[in-house]
Structure formats: structure tokens, C-alpha cells
């Protein structure tokens, strides 16, 4: 019974935390993972673009790259 209190206590704070945001990419993302980001968006011929390219496809991204 403790055990089965505990778990339910457990999932009732975690449907009460805040979902998680969207990632945002920066810099620090590789090309790879900019890609599958960009075609998981929508965007298309992202396999021809530099990371510069990939990261100015996204008005958010912080220019530190």
C-alpha cells in the first residue's frame, strides 16, 4: 500500500509540472541533429546546407555560432 501511494504521489506531480519547450538550436547543436531538426519542421534540400545555413533557418536561434 505505501508503495502503490508513493507511485501515485509520483505521477500526480509529474502531471502537475510544466511540459518542456521546444529546444531551441544554437551553436552547439551538430549539423546532424540541425538537419533532422530542420526536416522534423518541415524545411526541405537541408542535406545541401552548411550549419550557418541550418542555424539562420530559424529566427530564435541565437547568433553565438
Do not use: M
Not at 49 to 64: A, V, Y
Amino acid at each position: 500500500a505505501r508503495r502503490i501511494a508513493a507511485t501515485e504521489a509520483a505521477v500526480a506531480a509529474l502531471a502537475d509540472a510544466p511540459a518542456p519547450a521546444d529546444p531551441v538550436p544554437d551553436g552547439t547543436w551538430t549539423v546532424v541533429r540541425l538537419r533532422s531538426f530542420a526536416r522534423s519542421r518541415g524545411f526541405t534540400a537541408v542535406s545541401r546546407k552548411r550549419k550557418q545555413e541550418l542555424l539562420d533557418l530559424f529566427p530564435e536561434t541565437p547568433r553565438d555560432a
